[in-house]
C-alpha cells in the first residue's frame, strides 16, 4: 500500500524552491529586505534532508530484488526526464548566446555525474542548478544500504556520513578555492549526511510524537522550531561566519554558510511531518501543497527562465524593480506548471506503465 503524501512537507518544498529563486535572482530584483540577511543555498540542504524523510517514509522496506529495481525505476523517472529537458533547453540557450561546451561535459551532465567533477565548468554545466540532481542520484543508489536494517542501525549511519564530511572538509582545507567549494558544497559524499539526518529523523517521529502531541503544545513546537531554523539561516550568513575563529579553515566556513543548518531543518521537518499544530494546518492549503508539487519543476526552469528573459531583453525594459520581479515570476511559475504538467508527470507516468507492462507480460 503506498504510503500516504505528507502535505505540510509537499508545501515546504515550494518555501526551499523560492529561497533558491531569490539567491539566483538578486542581482536583477534584490533580496526582498530581510532576505538579504539570510544564507538562501542553505534551501539545497532542506531539499536534501527533506528527500530522506520522504524515502524513509515511502520506501521503509526494499526486501526483494523486484522491489529494488522498482525504487530505481522511480527515483529515474522523477528526476532524470526534467533533468534531460533542462539540459537541452540549456544547450539551446549557450548555442543562442554563441558559446559552446565540451562533448565529455555533456556526456557526464546527461548522466547525472557531473557533480564527482570538482571543475566548475562542468558541475556547473548546461543547467546549473542539475548539480544537486547529480548529488541525489548517488544518495538514490546507496539508498538502499542506508535503509537496510535501519532502526537499529541509522545512529551509526548517521555518525558515519557525518564524519566523512568532515574528513572532506579537513582533506581540502589548503586547496585553491575552487576545490575548496567542491569538497564543502557539490561533493556527493559531503552532502550524503544531510540526506542520512532525513532518514534519521524519520526513525524518531514516534518518539516525538509523544513528547508534542497535539493542540497547542505541537503549535508552540511548531513555531518555536521555525524561529529556531530562521536563526539558523541568518547565522549562517557568510559575513557572520567568516568572523569566527576558525575561518582560515576555509571548507567550513563555506559549509557552514551553505549547509550547516541540516541538523534544523531535519528537526523542523519531524515537526511539522506530524501536523499537529497551526502552521502545518496552514501548509495543507491547496495552493501551497500546488505549489509545492511544482516545486521541483520550479527549482529546474527558473535559471533558465530568467537567462531567455535577459538574452530578449526583457530584463532591460523601464519597469520599476517590483515590476520587473512580479512579472518574472508569474513567467517561472506558469513556465514550471507547464513543464510539471507536460513533461513531468506524462514522462513518469510512460516510465511506470513501461514497467507495468513487462510485469504483466512477466507473468
Same mark, same amino acid.
Given at each position: ?142 539508498? &538502499?544500504?542506508? !535503509? *537496510?536494517?535501519? =532502526?537499529?542501525?541509522?545512529? #551509526?549511519?548517521? +555518525?558515519?556520513? %557525518?564524519? @566523512?564530511? /568532515? ?83 576555509? &571548507?567550513?566556513? !563555506? *559549509?557552514?554558510? =551553505?549547509?550547516?543548518?541540516? #541538523?534544523?531543518? +531535519?528537526?523542523? %521537518?519531524? @515537526?511539522? /511531518? ?90
Amino acid at each position: 500500500m503506498p504510503a500516504q503524501q505528507i502535505s505540510s512537507l509537499t508545501s515546504l518544498r515550494f518555501f526551499a524552491a523560492a529561497m533558491v529563486v531569490v539567491f539566483h535572482t538578486r542581482r536583477e530584483f534584490g533580496y526582498f529586505g530581510l532576505a538579504g540577511h539570510l544564507a538562501l543555498t542553505q534551501a539545497v540542504s532542506l531539499f536534501f534532508v527533506l528527500s530522506g524523510y520522504i524515502l524513509a517514509h515511502t520506501h521503509r522496506m526494499i526486501v526483494s530484488r523486484a522491489g529494488l529495481c522498482t525504487f530505481y525505476l522511480k527515483r529515474f523517472a522523477r528526476i532524470w526526464p526534467l533533468h534531460l529537458a533542462g539540459a537541452a533547453a540549456a544547450a539551446w540557450l549557450i548555442h543562442y548566446e554563441g558559446g559552446s561546451i565540451k562533448g565529455a561535459t555533456v556526456i557526464l551532465n546527461v548522466l547525472l555525474m557531473h557533480a564527482w567533477s570538482w571543475d566548475v565548468t562542468t558541475y556547473f554545466s548546461l543547467n546549473g542548478v542539475s548539480w544537486s540532481l547529480s548529488d541525489e542520484a548517488f544518495f538514490y543508489a546507496v539508498f &538502499p544500504l542506508l !535503509i *537496510w536494517r535501519v =532502526n537499529t542501525t541509522w545512529a #551509526v549511519k548517521l +555518525a558515519g556520513t %557525518i564524519l @566523512v564530511t /568532515a574528513v572532506m572538509l579537513v582533506a581540502f582545507k589548503n586547496m585553491g578555492r575552487p576545490l575548496m567549494l567542491w569538497s564543502a558544497y557539490i561533493s556527493p559524499v559531503t552532502r550524503l549526511s544531510e540526506f542520512m539526518m532525513g532518514i534519521a529523523a524519520y526513525q524518531l517521529r514516534d518518539e516525538l510524537r509523544n513528547t508534542i502531541k497535539s493542540g497547542l503544545r505541537a503549535s508552540v513546537f511548531e513555531i518555536g522550531t521555525a524561529l529556531i531554523v530562521v536563526s539558523a539561516i541568518w547565522a549562517a550568513d557568510l559575513k557572520f561566519v567568516s568572523d569566527l575563529p576558525f575561518h582560515p579553515n576555509k &571548507p567550513v566556513a !563555506i *559549509w557552514l554558510s =551553505n549547509c550547516g543548518a541540516g #541538523v534544523v531543518f +531535519a528537526l523542523l %521537518i519531524a @515537526v511539522f /511531518a506530524l501536523e499537529e499544530g497551526v502552521l502545518s494546518r496552514l501548509l495543507r492549503a491547496r495552493s501551497l501543497i500546488y505549489l509545492g508539487e511544482i516545486s521541483f519543476s520550479l527549482y529546474m526552469v527558473h535559471q533558465l527562465v530568467l537567462r531567455y528573459a535577459e538574452d530578449h531583453g526583457y530584463m532591460a525594459q523601464d519597469y520599476p524593480v517590483a515590476a520587473k520581479a512580479a512579472l518574472y515570476w508569474i513567467a517561472a511559475i506558469a513556465v514550471a506548471a507547464a513543464a510539471h504538467h507536460l513533461i513531468e508527470l506524462p514522462a513518469q507516468k510512460l516510465i511506470m506503465s513501461r514497467l507495468k507492462i513487462q510485469r504483466s507480460a512477466a507473468a
